[in-house]
């Protein structure tokens, strides 16, 4: 026996010398090179916590093995005899193992969920679903009631499930892969490979999309959109409510030449009427909800009874607001966002996803179309980049800015932002008009470099002056600069902004670190680290005919 053997077997004691004697020699672990331990009882603290000590305080440079069994739920019989129950309880009785059930009379979506693939089963026998050890978390257990035969556990194995379903597929079912969003991750090689590469019509059933609450950020839905809608071949939708839901549900059965999912939240729907399994979506048809003017918002998913909430708000003070069901983020119903971006002054999209998104897919198309080159405002609301900790849905999203009162806030911000650009124009042209009539006035605010404000996303303010005017130095030059400056102190932005500019190799002037030469390259470097309002005006402060000579005035 080796020196580390010996060391164990003396501080562990009788316990560890009889379990390593039963599985010592030729295990498959010890021909890995792992010192192998066990199986220990993990109910047995008195020979688990020396074990656990002697691991922790050995000096052994190789990988050590130690393999604990347990029994859930033991000690309480309740636990103990449920397959799937009692990982993480609500308030339960101890008498009778009942645990406490939610108040609402509303379905939850799970059950919508399953329900509505009840129907279709009964009506088309191709119809299968699978789930990943999850039956009662995915609403399957239900559909298994039903169709036993047709209900499927691959245990926890995501990958399998994915693949095994892929299979199916080829083979003419329509297979139905119920699993959370956040399980969904571990099987995204299964998705590119055996789903999409093959264009082959899984349908996922994504439960638990967004914030989960009690769960925390172990379980939340944070990033399927994101992952699914980068992928060719892929129709990826959310439902706003259960009837939404149900109208994925039924258009996803005529999807068969390629994959599609469809998500949707933890917790109870919001009480619409549910519509007969007959009523489908067109593909990458949108849906307005309200119709106003200036600012347009694309909501994806379960955010839009909050979002109809702050603009129900803002709409009594006179804030006239379209709001659209937005249904798919892919393919993206390009004909009504080309019709919003033309028609009104800003473009808001709403998600319950990470950044990469819907939001970006509409930004994207924007882009590549155009539509961004004529003045159109963009935000694009997402979840924040942190792991939010578990607590109430609502306190979550509060904490992700996406309730009603931030949504609210956020919207005004863009509504100020679109008068204070008018303002601007108006300001600028006005002033550049006296200046070349050589009013004085003006030559006061450009020496203190006001001649124009770019706002920042977090309501700082940069400012654009022209060289000549920084205290004489830099005199007899005719460009336009830009000096990083903020309204409201903010240095910690400034500085960051500079390193930034730097690093991409813009060379400040030499006699000071805050002014830099106005380019469209320049301007393009703002824009990505959220500084709007340059694009507007780059026309104006890269115009050639242009010529502003302040060299004869007494600066």
């Not at 030729?26 to 916590?49: A, E, R």
């Amino acid at each position: 026996m080796s020196a580390f053997s010996k060391r164990f077997s003396a501080k562990a004691g009788k316990a560890e010398d009889l379990i390593r004697s039963a599985v010592t020699g030729g295990t498959l672990f010890s021909s890995l090179g792992f010192y192998y331990i066990g199986p220990i009882d993990g109910h047995d603290l008195n020979s688990l916590i020396p074990i656990l000590r002697n691991a922790r305080d050995s000096k052994h440079e190789g990988p050590i093995l130690i393999h604990i069994k347990t029994k859930k739920g033991k000690g309480y019989t309740f636990a103990e005899e449920a397959k799937d129950n009692y990982h993480g309880v609500s308030k339960f009785n101890v008498k009778t193992g009942e645990q406490s059930k939610s108040s609402s009379k509303l379905p939850s979506y799970t059950k919508v969920f399953a329900d509505t693939l009840i129907q279709h089963a009964k009506k088309d026998s191709k119809i299968v679903a699978i789930t990943a050890a999850m039956p009662d978390g995915t609403g399957l257990n239900i559909f298994r009631k039903e169709f036993p035969d047709r209900t499927f556990d691959v245990g926890i194995a995501e990958q399998h499930a994915v693949t095994f379903a892929a299979g199916l597929a080829t083979e003419n079912f329509k297979p139905y892969a119920a699993i959370y969003s956040t399980f969904l991750q571990r099987a995204y090689d299964q998705v590119v490979h055996d789903v999409a590469i093959q264009s082959l019509p899984v349908r996922f059933a994504i439960d638990r999309a967004g914030l989960v609450g009690a769960d925390g950020p172990t379980h939340a839905g944070s990033f399927d959109t994101t992952y699914l809608s980068t992928l060719p071949n892929f129709i990826v939708m959310a439902a706003s409510d259960e009837a939404e839901l149900v109208r994925m549900i039924n258009t996803s059965t005529e999807i068969n030449d390629r994959p599609c999912a469809f998500r949707y939240p933890r917790g109870t729907g919001l009480g619409s009427i549910l519509p007969t399994i007959n009523e489908k979506i067109e593909i990458g048809k949108s849906k307005i909800i309200i119709e106003g003017k200036k600012l347009a918002i694309l909501n994806f998913g379960a955010r839009l009874n909050e979002t109809l909430k702050a603009a129900e708000n803002l709409s009594k003070k006179g804030v006239s607001i379209t709001v659209v069901d937005a249904r798919f983020a892919k393919p993206l119903d390009e004909n009504l966002i080309w019709q919003l971006a033309t028609t009104h002054e800003a473009i808001m999209t709403i998600e319950e996803g990470s950044i990469g998104g819907f939001g970006s897919h509409v930004v994207d198309f924007l882009t590549k179309k155009g539509l961004m080159d004529s003045n159109l405002k963009f935000r694009s609301l997402t979840l924040p980049d942190i792991f939010i900790d578990q607590d109430t849905p609502d306190n979550m999203y509060k904490i992700a800015n996406l309730d009603s009162m931030e949504l609210r806030e956020q919207i005004k911000f863009v509504i100020t932002l679109i008068k204070s650009q008018r303002k601007s124009q108006s300001d600028i042209l006005d002033s550049l008009g006296r200046l070349e009539k050589g009013q004085s006035t003006l030559l006061d605010k450009l020496v203190k470099t006001e001649v124009y404000l770019l706002m920042h996303k977090k309501r700082h303010c940069l400012k654009i002056g022209y060289s000549e005017n920084i205290d004489g130095r830099l005199k007899h030059h005719r460009k336009e600069w830009i000096i990083l400056a903020h309204e409201h102190g903010s240095k910690q932005r400034e500085s960051r902004m500079k390193h930034v500019l730097k690093e991409s190799g813009f060379i400040p002037m030499p006699c000071t670190e805050e002014v830099f030469e106005i380019t469209p390259e320049l301007v393009d470097i703002l824009e990505a680290n959220g500084w709007v309002g340059a694009n507007e005006h780059r026309d104006r402060l890269l115009e050639k005919d242009v010529q502003l000579d302040l060299t004869s005035q007494n600066v």
